[in-house]
């Protein structure tokens, strides 16, 4: 196995991160899951399913804003701190009210509000700490992608061990376990060795650096177009893991562990291609890779779609997921490594914003859709809409190859010893 993919270990506090993370985040897949099983099981409704993403998630679109020049004020690692606390004791209300009381739908919809707000001030915050934890600059793409893996490799495990906890025990213990897994990353943020946080003065009020991490964009277009690619797939084409339960009990005759492995096979495939993402040396021209990566999740969906086998069923859901996950780990390395240190954070905020405001949106709009043509139909059609986008962008990535091939040339007419080819 090639050294490289791990490369970003090197790195102490990065090492403590990695671990800590990897442990939280199979207890948030595991919530997740359990929450989006629970809504189904009672309301059988595809549409209660689109306003469960949509309560978890446009709440971090609202907020992402206030959470990006938050991030950029004040110190990452605190803020960081505080919203995982927070996490915790969100899970561990919500797995209280599960487990003691005689709750209603709508109070799991008001929790994962709350959750939604934490996430905005924690993604920010989370995203360009990266950038401090990682000792050697040029270890940063790996870094962001070996994040991705831990994040796919718990979308793999979290919602298998989800499964099987919710027939055995019920979703209370998976939203138990899931607070008790805050516990190992709040460790490894304690155990971190951090250079002294350096306050600078701000005299400009919030809305004004909003305003200018917008500026930012408008005069970086090889940032914004991704951001709005992003933003395009995250209202068409991402909610389509809205419809897995539907496609669990109704189409496979399945129960909650179907659930999970249809999740779990996503998640494989997007731990996959996480790897793949790793193991890239540098140079390689990523924006090349996230054109071809979101024709494969389109194809990958339509594929799926229709399919009533379910072992090849999972094949292609597996191909989806590694085609899914280069739209956001791309993105954010994109923006990551390009962006300037001072506007870091407003412009994840502005990612933030493209990924957690649009799928809400989209979750709505496909539990609507799938309502009246049916989940099979909505999700050919996200599939199809993937593949549209990915044509509406040739423009932008053939712009952006012409001009990483007119800058070798330009360095090869001044210094013609140099071959970069």
């Not at 790897?275 to 339509?302: E, Q, T, Y």
């Not at 001072?342 to 809400?360: K, L, N, T």
Request: hydrophobic residues 55%; proline residues 4%; charged residues 10%.
């Amino acid at each position: 196995m090639d050294i490289n993919i791990f490369k970003a270990f090197r790195s102490r506090n990065y090492r403590l991160y990695f671990s800590g993370q990897s442990i939280s985040l199979i207890g948030t897949w595991m919530q997740r899951t359990a929450i989006y099983w629970l809504i189904y099981v009672q309301t059988h409704s595809a549409f209660m399913l689109g306003l469960a993403v949509f309560a978890a998630q446009f709440p971090s679109f609202l907020f992402s804003p206030i959470g990006g020049v938050i991030s950029d004020r004040y110190n990452r690692y605190h803020v960081l701190l505080f919203t995982q606390i927070a996490s915790l004791i969100q899970a561990a209300l919500l797995a209280f009210m599960v487990m003691f009381t005689q709750y209603t739908l709508w109070k799991i919809f008001a929790l994962s509000v709350l959750l939604g707000i934490i996430n905005a001030f924690d993604v920010p915050a989370r995203q360009s700490m990266v950038h401090e934890i990682v000792d050697y600059k040029d270890d940063l793409p790996n870094a962001i992608a070996l994040n991705s893996s831990m994040v796919n490799l718990a979308w793999l495990i979290g919602p298998a061990i989800s499964g099987v906890v919710l027939e055995k025990f019920g979703a209370g213990i998976c939203f138990l376990i899931n607070a008790f897994s805050f516990i190992a990353v709040i460790a490894s943020l304690l155990l971190m060795r951090l250079p002294k946080f350096i306050p600078q003065v701000h005299t400009k009020k919030v809305i004004k650096e909003f305003k200018e991490g917008w500026e930012y964009l408008k005069h970086t277009p090889s940032i914004g177009f991704v951001i709005l690619l992003l933003a395009c797939t995250s209202l068409l084409v991402l909610p389509f893991a809205t419809l897995l339960p539907v496609y669990a009990k109704v189409i496979f005759k399945g129960n909650a562990s179907t659930f999970g492995y249809l999740n779990s096979f996503i998640g494989l495939g997007a731990v996959g291609g996480a790897f793949f993402l790793a193991s890239l040396k540098a140079g390689v021209n990523l924006k090349k890779i996230l054109f071809i990566n979101l024709f494969i999740f389109g194809a990958g969906l339509v594929l799926f779609s229709h399919m009533t086998n379910f072992p090849l069923a999972l094949f292609f859901a597996m191909l989806a997921g590694f085609g899914m996950m280069s739209q956001t780990t791309i993105s954010n390395t994109i923006i990551q490594t390009t962006v300037s240190a001072e506007m870091r954070g407003r412009v994840i905020s502005y990612f933030a914003m493209a990924f957690f405001g649009m799928q809400p949106l989209g979750g709505l709009l496909i539990g609507t859709v799938s309502q009246y043509i049916g989940a099979p139909n909505t999700i050919l059609a996200e599939g199809i809409a993937a593949i549209l986008i990915a044509i509406s962008f040739i423009p932008f990535f053939r712009n952006d190859i012409l001009k990483e091939k007119d800058k070798i040339k330009l360095v090869e007419l001044e210094d013609p010893s140099v071959n970069l080819n």
